[in-house]
């Protein structure tokens, strides 16, 4: 009665989006252990914020998941839609815990703030020199824009095949972007775990690339989460310009460029039809644009600055070009200094952004 009765009025079954925002919390208080774990390792005080943060974390995701009995677990297109919104609010407030009792002793409106900018890969940051943080803290913020890069529901659909049933289908449409939501096979955990298979092989290729440069090897895995996410958190507050390294640049410029196109085509290229990326209408004017704008950007910075340097005029342009339209927001020196022609097609391209269906 109760089932019918919820189906026929149109309420919003919230004990089964209560049990489902239980599973959600659980995955993330997992998450929570690779920083106390990093901690751990270079002896910071920052475990022990850690380790509090992952428990209760924890608590709060199994008492919702255990206590809550709905009698119809199924999630229409409604509840979806609102566990989609609700997860980014209650992801941020209790991935802002370690923030808030950790080292760098934020407020809870500075805390709320990191950690949403962290999960929605908007990359801003109140933090004015982040080698000044412990390096659990480091991680912990490129871990939530690699979580949030690809979607925490989709990740939650793969490990949880329980979800499946109970309106998966409705889950990925509500966290996918675009206009169409292609699923690469009938169950949609499936779907779900070669989206996140190739976005982990592609964060584990990207970290083994920037290892073999200049840059270290923590600072490696922080830069490859928040590359393959186009989020933009780096361990130094020069960004990307702190190595002054060219091979750095261009391996970065190739994964952010790789993490502005839909996941969905990547895979379906991988498995064997690349036509259907070079196809992709949405591919093609992505690629154009960047082509364009950065012609553009070279003959500018040719024009406008005294430059002869050919990686500044080439290589830095093509950086700052897809840094920016696929939301990344990296940085390899002063592009104010290119003139007003580059800032006014900087921030046109934001407006742009990447691919439907990409992390950016």
């Not at 939530?144 to 990925?172: D, E, K």
């Not at 005294?306 to 696929?326: G, H, K, P, R, W």
Request: hydrophobic fraction near 50%; include cysteine; proline fraction near 3%.
């Amino acid at each position: 009665m109760r089932q019918s009765h919820i189906h026929k009025t149109g309420l919003i079954n919230f004990p089964v989006l209560l049990k489902v925002v239980g599973w959600l919390l659980i995955v993330e208080s997992a998450f929570l252990i690779v920083p106390f774990i990093t901690s751990l390792i270079y002896m910071e005080p920052d475990a022990v914020p850690f380790l509090g943060s992952a428990a209760v974390t924890a608590i709060a995701g199994v008492l919702l998941n255990q206590c809550i009995h709905p009698r119809s677990k199924s999630l229409r297109k409604r509840e979806s839609v609102l566990v989609t919104s609700l997860t980014w609010i209650v992801f941020s407030i209790f991935g802002m815990l370690p923030f808030i009792f950790g080292s760098p002793d934020m407020s809870v409106s500075d805390g709320f703030f990191e950690a949403m900018s962290g999960f929605t890969t908007t990359g801003v940051s109140i933090v004015a020199d982040p080698a000044t943080l412990s390096h659990g803290i480091l991680i912990w913020r490129s871990m939530m824009q690699w979580i949030g890069g690809l979607g925490i529901i989709l990740f939650t659909l793969a490990v949880i095949p329980m979800l499946n049933s109970a309106g998966g289908v409705h889950l990925y449409n509500s966290e996918v972007t675009g206009i169409t939501h292609d699923k690469l096979t009938p169950r949609i955990s499936s779907t779900a775990k070669r989206l996140w298979g190739i976005y982990l092989i592609l964060t584990i290729a990207l970290t083994f690339l920037l290892w073999l440069g200049p840059m270290g090897f923590f600072d490696s895995i922080c830069h490859s989460l928040s590359t393959v996410s186009t989020g933009g958190f780096s361990t130094d507050a020069a960004s990307i310009g702190a190595w002054d390294s060219t091979y750095i640049t261009i391996v970065i410029t190739v994964f952010m460029f790789i993490g502005g196109i839909n996941f969905t085509l990547m895979v379906k290229a991988l498995s064997g039809s690349g036509r259907m990326l070079t196809a992709n209408e949405v591919f093609r004017v992505y690629c154009k644009v960047i082509v364009v704008t950065t012609i553009i950007f070279i003959a500018l910075i040719a024009l406008y600055t005294s430059s002869t340097d050919f990686a500044t005029i080439t290589v830095d342009a093509l950086f700052q070009v897809i840094s920016t339209i696929t939301s990344t927001g990296y940085a390899n020196g002063d592009y104010t200094k290119w003139g007003p022609g580059c800032m006014m097609i900087i921030l046109l391209l934001m407006f742009v952004g990447g691919c439907a269906g990409s992390t950016s």
